[in-house]
Every structure is written in C-alpha cells, then in structure tokens.
C-alpha cells in the first residue's frame, strides 16, 4: 500500500487501518516472544544456579513489577503528552535486558535483567493500545484481538524456540533472541512516523454510542465497574501464573515428561490463548462485551477443577479449553473500560496492562513460596477456584456496544 493510500485511511475516522493494525501486531509478537523467554528458562535457571521456587516466583516478581508499574504512569502522561517513538525506544531496554540475561553470572544479575526486560514492556504495552484504538475505526474489539493475537502468539513461540535454540546449547544462546528486539524497534519506528502523522492531522477517533452512554454514567458506577473489571483481571492473571510459571514443572513432577516435552505442552497451551484472544474481540464487537467476559471467566471454571484430577491427556486437552475460554476475555474488558473512560485511553491501557501483569507477577512469587511449602499439585488445586471470581460479572452496567 502507498503511502499516500495509507495516510488517505488513516484520515478517516471510520476506517479500520488494517496495515498499522499488523504492523503492531507483530512488532507485539515480538515483544511478547522476548518476554516469554523469561519463564521458559526456569528450568535451565534452577539448574544452573540451584533455585528454589520461591526465588523463580522473585524472578517473576521483578519482572512483572517492572513490567507493570511503570505502566499507568507511561498511559497517563502520553495521555497528556503522546510520544510516538517511544515505543522503539522501550523496545531497546528489551533488547539490552535479554544481552544481560544471557551472560548473567549470578542471581542479583538475573533479576536487573529481567528488570529492564519488564521496563521495555511498560512503555510498550499502553502506547501499543493507543496506536491500536486510534486505527480501529468503528471495530475496537477486532482491533484489540489483532493486537492481542500478536502477543499471545510471541508468548506461544518464545518456549518452542528456547526449547529449539536455548536448552540444547545454554544460557548464552538466549542472545539470539535479540535479532527479534532488533526487527521489533524497527517495525515500531514506522508505526511511530504513523502514529506522529495522525496526531498532526488530529485524525482522533469519534465517541461511539457506548462511549456516549459510559460518559452518562455516575462517577461511583463507574469506578464500581472498573472494580470489578480489575477483580476479573486478578483471577484471570493468577490463574495464569499457575500455568505459565509453574505448567511445566507441573507435568514434570506429575507424569515424568522431559523438559522438552514440558516446553511443547506449555507451546499447546499458550497456542490456546492465543486462539481464545483473537476470537474475544469480534465476538464482543458482535454480541456484547459484558457476554463475552461472563462467559470467559466464568466458563473456564469446570475445566480448572477438573485439571487437578485427570491424567496427562487430559490435562492437554483441558489445558487447551482452558487457554481458549480465559484468553477470550482481555480483549472484551480492556476496551469495555476504554469505553468507560474514553477520554483517558492511555491510562485505561496502562492500568489494566499493568495490573494484569502485576498480578501475574505476584501470583508467582506466591504460588512459588506456596509450592515449595507443600507442593506443585497443591498449587493447581487451589488455583482451580479462582474462575468461580466471574460471578461478579453481574455487577456490570450494560454498554451498548454500536
């Protein structure tokens, strides 16, 4: 597509900017992937430096912490102050953090690495989101989904490729990650020219009729609404904790896989998520959004209790449902809020990214101190209550969604 074709879109407030919408979407898969090498490193980084679970859930913890506090401080002030290259220079703090991680020479470096991993991510995560809701047109739950895919799809990838590239040869090959941090502050360059251009032109998003509807709502229903949407996020993300840190030492303990054979299951179900993330947006857009999250949370709980209790090709299959069923909410609650405060769209993203990584982070450290008090088995049974938090859902005023 030209560039004069692709301004052309741009200006039109109706259009969906598919080639932006890809373009952030991969560079988000790349992100993601860098990001993923973390806990797919676990069981090489217990090995090499004879760490507890608790230490692995610390490793988290910093990880996430950085990855999600910074997060609604970065939304708010582009709220006020966009800044459309800060997406590629974020991306640089990934591309040194994952140098660093792959000549770590003890704990404390392990944990500065994934520091400044986590700080590429909270630039990158709520400037993505604008840069997704201003090309969105009239679409914003396929816009999300798009966007969203390409992350789920980067934290799929990344083990498969650890289990390829890092585990066979060591530490060390985690460098190679960094052609894909390279490629990613690239693509994120021309997203920024783009994203430049349109806030020259003030080629802003109109309101849509859900927006109108939230900014009638009183204040007290509102905040009571983005509660129970951060409730949802923390039983989602703690859940998830559970399977993407601590999954594959689950199969390992439990059935005797291989540490190979842990990564691909660990592959099956991040592929999961990121199928169940890429139908959530257009199913919202369609249907409604609060329908969506209703059956999302609440509708993975049968087969998070079941998980517990059935053997290994069972817990594949659930796994994959699971996956499916959980991931399809994110899409649906982060632009439900978007439209609850249509005005603050940074600090929306920032806050709900930074949450749900916040609380993934601190899932871990405490599903890890947890697991080395009594054991893995005890962890994922205890975790298979948190979907039954959907319940809330009730709370939620009805947007219209058109």
């Known amino acids: 597509m030209s560039q004069t074709k692709t ?20 560079a988000h898969l790349l992100n993601d992937m860098v990001q ?26 910093t990880f996430q912490c950085t990855a999600s506090l910074l997060q609604p401080i970065v939304g708010t002030i582009t709220d006020k102050r966009p800044q459309p290259y800060s997406l590629a220079i974020g991306m640089g703090f990934s591309l040194l953090g994952l140098l660093l991680l792959a000549q770590a020479g003890g704990y404390a470096s392990i944990l500065f690495a994934v520091g400044l991993v986590g700080m590429g991510s909270s630039v990158f995560h709520p400037e993505s989101a604008r840069v997704a809701y201003f090309a969105a047109g009239g ?31 060591g530490q060390v090959y985690i460098r190679w990650f960094a052609i894909g941090a390279l490629i990613a502050i690239i693509a994120l360059g021309r ?26 709502l009183p204040k007290r229903k509102v905040h009571l609404a983005v509660a129970i949407l951060l409730l949802l996020i923390f039983s989602k993300y703690f859940y998830l904790a559970s399977m993407t840190s601590y999954y594959t030492f689950y199969v390992i303990e439990k059935f005797s896989v291989s540490i190979p054979q842990s990564q691909v299951l660990l592959f099956i179900f991040l592929a999961a998520i990121a199928v169940g993330t890429f139908l959530g ?38 796994s994959i449902l699971i996956g499916v069923i959980l ?42 101190g947890l697991a080395d008090q009594t054991s893995i088995d005890f962890v994922f049974m205890i975790c298979s209550f948190l979907p039954l938090l959907g319940l809330v859902t009730w709370g939620l005023p009805n947007l219209k969604d058109h």
């Open 191 to 216: 997203v920024g020219a783009w994203y430049k251009h349109r806030l020259e032109m003030k080629a802003l998003p109109r309101r849509t009729a859900a927006d109108k509807q939230a900014l009638l």
């Open 327 to 368: 991931a399809s909410a994110f899409s649906a609650i982060l632009v439900y809020a978007q439209e609850l405060l249509p005005g603050k769209v940074g600090m929306i993203s920032g806050l709900f990214f930074g949450f749900a990584f916040g609380m993934g982070g601190l899932g871990s450290a405490l599903l890890g």
């Open 281 to 318: 947006g257009p199913l919202g857009d369609k249907y409604g959004r609060k329908y969506v999250i209703w059956f999302s949370i609440l509708g993975a709980a049968p087969f998070t209790l079941l998980l517990p209790h059935v053997g290994l090709f069972w817990v594949v299959i659930l």
């Open 7 to 26: 301004s052309t879109i741009s200006l039109d407030r109706q259009a969906t900017v598919y080639p932006i919408l890809f373009t952030i979407s991969f």
């Open 139 to 169: 679409r914003r739950g396929l816009a999300q989904s798009i966007f969203q895919i390409g992350g789920n799809a980067g934290s799929a990838i990344g083990p498969l490729l650890v289990a390829v590239i890092v585990m066979p040869h």
């Open 36 to 61: 993923s090498v973390i806990p797919a490193v676990y069981p090489l980084l217990r090995e090499n430096y004879t760490l507890t679970f608790t230490q692995i859930g610390i490793i988290t913890l």
